[in-house]
């Protein structure tokens, strides 16, 4: 099973979940004109462009599931209307669990082995 780099986030007037697969991170490289990375280092350096924010939380509600109008409203309501230091902290919990997988995914575990698959670690020419 892939991860699936989703995070639900309490934003504006209800609990929604936010995700970045690839197709919305090269919407957000394109409206930010910058890579995914440089974007998530401009949001928690401080040096972010209004862009930054607003595409980041936008593209999220849309991976995440919700019909564009939708997204394009809850961002105009919550991220566009309030002051911008008040997103931030979505946007960068969005585009890191894009980026690098949601906190609570185990980020390369697999389930435990079971005792046979261990053996198999062995090499067969040992003895």
Do not use: H
């Not at 991860?3 to 936010?18: N, Q």
């Not at 939380?57 to 991220?79: C, H, M, Q, S, T």
Request: aromatic share 8%; with cysteine; proline share 6%.
């Amino acid at each position: 099973m892939s991860r699936d780099a989703s995070i639900e986030l309490d934003f504006g007037d209800d609990t929604y979940t936010f995700r970045l697969a690839w197709g919305e991170l090269v919407k957000v490289q394109e409206a930010c004109n910058a890579g995914p990375y440089v974007v998530l280092q401009r949001l928690y350096s401080q040096t972010w462009e209004m862009n930054d924010i607003r595409e980041v939380i936008r593209w999220g509600l849309i991976g995440g599931g919700l019909e564009p109008a939708k997204a394009l409203k809850l961002v105009k309501d919550f991220v566009e209307a309030r002051p911008p230091v008040e997103s931030i902290i979505y946007a960068q919990a969005v585009l890191s669990a894009g980026l690098m997988g949601a906190p609570e995914e185990s980020l390369g575990k697999t389930e435990a082995a079971s005792p046979a698959e261990s053996e198999l670690t062995t090499s067969p020419t040992e003895s």
